[in-house]
């Protein structure tokens, strides 16, 4: 993999909350019919490339009019959350979507279901065609299944989940080496697959696979059965990208079962990682090397949900009858055999069974294109929304140490307009992020500049101890809104103490992480040693017994070292994240809350 | 002698086609719309056959749900009604109802079963699978009857009955199948007990679905083990699949064969003229281009003219089906 790759990926991850990735309009868009499509990730180009070939189509005709595709790219969580407010200020969010094409059409159920409780008609009337599909699978390294059973047993949640439960790990299928068992699932507020594995596994935690209620999901037992296995979560996060690039790293590192056991993802993800190019992004150039182990699909014997990529044409007061007209023919276009061939080398299944499904959905990938055998009954929008309102009281709690670079630079101007600095602009960011912090997480505050503190070590001053957000919500707060810029970046150092501090106080309950913010490059004559750095990091995270404490670093401004801080997450098998426009920053500081 | 008679076959098109062409310009020119075009309300499943029949004749078209006709406002604007003969007893719009025309097209009612769970269905139905044996097995564990732990529940989808004539059509079926084909129903059969037993189990596990064949062949025997529907719609798509999904399913007719039968019937206000337009040539084969099995018409591809149609539909009467819905909106809420 080429190293500016992961950039890339978290620049992607960066811009799924809220960022716009706008698709080529065709040249003679400006007196064309425009449809605006909010699409998930994993079909921006497939959908562009779609886009432009109708636009050059006899179909893409509207009482006479020419019609042009333009796709945005958002997260199937986040475009949820802005159709949910109406879709506010398109020039920050993008264009208001005439097509809203998130992952899986159970997204609709949980917009609508938000909007009636707002007392706000339903934008989703009509169900949206299907355009492509990929079930939810559980996939792990190949062995690792092997151990269970796989390929002759029928393995399902009940199977992987128990093993979460277990303390003795993997030890309990005569493999001790493997160490604890480390399970990897997405954030159910922002992700696809990690709402249609939370609802998998509230269906494990009740024994049925249809008619989940919210009675069910408020049982102890079934609270209980999830929070053990949350317990398991190595992190969460945005993407399920995030998980894949680190154990593609790990693998080519020969520790293919240090990072993760299992990882919820869809079944198209193996397809990619199988081929080497875990994020399904190829850069030019770029040759994919196939991992060392490889990874396979387990189909829940339990059953398991679809993604099944519906274009749903929004009944919104934006959306014109042209408008919807001119969708409609798209929709069309794109469910059309010819085109629907491109779906499958894209690793998904055609949505039109005129379309066989072939290759790449094959053994040789670890898949079975006959599989899955049942699907869960997807529940009502109003045990949707409680799925998600109930993970966020059982979901493994955070241990975070914030680490705010407050070097001189942070003084800058960033945004004209306002004469706000980079450091006002983190400072609100910082501040928003509380919120999605759970009472009962732990959140601690340090910031850094050479000399700041008048004690050794003088690089960085706690300001804030570690300790529940329902204490000191307000301390942090009250602290950060009072963070001023001083003088360098002592980077090294700070990311090395602020490690060894969270590993000395490692709480194996909880996930651990530091969160670096850092506008420039290491400007510590003392300690100015990348090499070792890394080399401490690697030391302390590979194997399969490590103690995981994870850095995300996020990258603020134009002159952060962004090279240095994914080196310094890889090293952690964890993600960067770039704010290099600091407007936003925002957005991405909650793309890497999202992790906890 | 083949020529003559090909000569004379085109001119009998074209007369009928300048017919119908004649009933339209009447319409527009004078009766009791003057001015303005006829409109053909559809029934929802028929939309594909009054696009055809708009493209064709140029008439206006209408679609709307069952439930949908029933609340709507605007009647007096349609002209004429085409849909399922068992829908017109339909009790909020039969009053502004003329006489239904005779059935212009047919189409079996279908179960698909996915190959594989059909032999294991067959089975426990004792050799040929039944209403009444789908019933007893519905929403129970695969494995309790013989079949595979991983295939889950028994699922089932079908249209919705309140919505869709289709579906009214497919719980009249069943109902018929389950009190014997010889037995004419009446509404206090559904407040029987083990009728009402049966047809709640039955009932709650399926999916109403409009698309529920499609959904079948798109997401293959996860998403549904048995679906009922018309055979016009599952024969067709089952035809145009492609091999490795078309080879897992296979279509049954529960015997004795019922059929969703197609009538037009005028509004009581209407254009008469609209008769003649729908019972044309046009008419005739924009139902057949739909999969319906209509006399004198060559059916599409994956619609068979086995097994033979029945003389009537074999269904309940309307009335009794207005009976049934109400018992299924009970099971079901």
Redesign the interface.
Known sequence: MMLRRPIAVTLAAATILGGIVLAEAPASAGSCITVDIASSPEKLVLLTELGERFAKSDEARVDGQCVAIQVQRQSSGAAEALLEADWPKPSKNGPRPVIWSPSASTWAGVLDQRRADAGKDPYVTTPGKSFMLTPLVIAMPEPMAEALGYPDTPLGFEDVLALAQDPAGWAGKGHPEWGPFKFGKTNPHFSTSGLAETVAQYYAATGKTSDLSLEDLARPEVEAYSRAVESAVVHYGDTTLTFLNNLYRSDRRGDPFGYASAVAVEEKSVVDYNRGNPDGILDPGEKPRKPRVPLVAIYPKEGTLFSDNPLMILDAPWVSNKEADAARAFSNFVTEKQNQKRVLKFGFRPGNPAVSIGAPITAANGLDPSQPQTTLEVPSPPVLAGVIDEWDQVRKKARVLLVIDVSGSMGDEADSRTGATKLDLAKRAAVAALDQFQADDEVGLRVFSTDISSDEPTDYLDLVPIGAVSDNRNDLERSIKSLVPTQGTPLYTVTQDSYQRMLDEFDATRINAVVILSDGRNEDDRNNDLQDLLKYLRGRNEGETTTPVRIFPIAYGGDADEGTLQRIAEATNAAAYSAVDPATIINVFNAVVSNF | MRRFLALLGALAMVGGAILVRGAIDDASGGGSNDGKKMTLLCAAELETVCDELHDTTGIRIATAPMDGVASNAELADYDGWLTFERNTANSAVAPLLGAASPVLGRSPLVLAVGKERGAVLEQQCGGEITWRCVGDAAGSSWASIGG??????V?LGHADPSTSGEGLAIIGQAAQQFFGPTKNLSRDDFEQDNFFAWFTQLERAV?SDDAAF?HL???????YDVVATIEALAGP?LA??????RDRVRLLYPDPVATADVVFVPFIDGNDSLFDVVVSDDGRAALAHAGFRVDGEDPIAGVPTAPPLPDSSNLPDGGVLEALLQTWREVTR
């Open positions: 595979e732990v991983a295939w889950g529940n699922k999916e499609e062949l798109t997401f293959g025997a996860a998403r798509q145009a699949a492609a091999r490795d999904r």
